[in-house]
C-alpha cells in the first residue's frame, strides 16, 4: 500500500513540475506585455553636434515598374544639403544628376524630389541616390540608396498542392509591354527546356510553370523573366531571381507538421490538458487504495 501511495504522489509531484512549466512557458513576457500595454507613439528628434542627412525613401535595393517616384529626405546641423542621383551607364562612366540643392543654415527639416522615370532622361536602369550634409566647420555627413527602375519584376509562390505560379509585376499603363518571357535555368546555369520558355501576354499576371507536371527534382533554380514589345525587342534586361523547389509530398517530419497547422501554443496547451488528465486519474487511483486497505 506505502509502495502504491509513493508511486503515485512520485507521479503526481512530477506531473506537477511539468505543468508549471509548461504554464510559465506559455506566459507572456514582460516586454511582451509592455509593448502590447504601449498605445501612443512618441518621436523624438535629437540633433547632433555636427551635420545628419537621411533618405527615407525609397528604400535600398528596391525595384520599381512604375515611373513616377519620390525621393523623400530629412537634414539638420547642415549648412548646406546636396542630393544627386547616378544612373549605371554601358559605358562604366555613370550618368549624374543634380536633384536638390539647399541650404538651410544648420536648421532641421525635410523634403523631397519628384521623379518621372519614364522621361527620356532617365529611362530604364539602376540608380545610386546620394546626399550630402556639409557644414561650415567643414563637418560632413553622407547616406546613399539603391535602386532600380524595371519594365517587369517577378516573383514565385507554391501553394499547399505543389502548384507553382510566377506573378509577374508590370505597370498597365506601359504602352511598350506587349509580352514577357520567363525561362528557367537549373544551379549549373543549364536551361530546363521542360519548362522554358513561357511566353506570357499582357494582361496576364499569373502563369503556372509546371514544375510538378514535368516531375522536375527540388532544388535551387534562377527564373528569368524578360519583356517584349510588339516588334518582339527586348525591352531591357531580364529580370532574374533564384526559386527554392520543394516539391510537396516529400517526407519529413517537419513538413509533416507544418501541414497539420499546429502552432507551439496548440501543443503546449494539449500537453497541461494531458498532465491534468493524468493528475486527477492518478488522485482516482489513491482514493480506491485508500478505501481497499480501510477494508
Known sequence: MKKTQKKVLGFLGLALVATMTIFAAVLPNPEALA???????????????????????????SAFVTPTQTINFDYSKADDVLV???????????????????HP?????????????????YGYGDYTVHIRGTSNGGLVDE????????????????????????VLSYDDNNE???HFVI?????????????????????????EIPFADKKI???????????????????????DFVFVYDPVGVPNTGSLFRSLNIS????????????????????????????????
Request: net charge negative; proline share 6%.
Open 35 to 61: 509593448a502590447s500595454s504601449v498605445t501612443d507613439t512618441i518621436v523624438v528628434r535629437v540633433l547632433a553636434g555636427s551635420p545628419d542627412v537621411n533618405i527615407d525613401k525609397p528604400s535600398s535595393g
Open 84 to 102: 544627386t542621383m547616378e544612373k549605371e551607364m554601358p559605358s562604366g562612366s555613370p550618368q549624374v544628376y543634380t536633384l536638390y540643392e539647399g
Open 105 to 121: 543654415s544648420q536648421a532641421p527639416g525635410s523634403d523631397s524630389v519628384a521623379l518621372d522615370l519614364s522621361n527620356p532622361l
Open 143 to 166: 547616406d546613399t540608396v539603391r535602386f532600380s527602375y524595371l519594365p517587369v519584376t517577378a516573383t514565385v509562390e507554391e501553394d499547399d498542392t505543389g502548384k507553382v505560379e510566377a
Open 176 to 178: 511598350d509591354l506587349d
Open 183 to 207: 525561362n528557367v535555368y537549373d544551379q549549373d546555369g543549364n536551361l530546363v527546356t521542360a519548362l522554358s520558355p513561357i511566353v506570357v501576354d499582357r494582361p496576364t499576371k499569373r502563369v
Open 217 to 239: 527534382p527540388a532544388g535551387k533554380y534562377t527564373v528569368s523573366v524578360a519583356a517584349y514589345n510588339t516588334s518582339d525587342e527586348l525591352i531591357y534586361k531580364s529580370y
Open 264 to 295: 507551439q501554443a496548440d501543443y503546449l496547451i494539449t500537453g497541461l490538458i494531458v498532465f491534468f488528465t493524468v493528475g486527477i486519474a492518478g488522485l482516482i487511483v489513491l482514493t480506491k487504495e485508500k478505501r481497499t486497505g480501510r477494508k
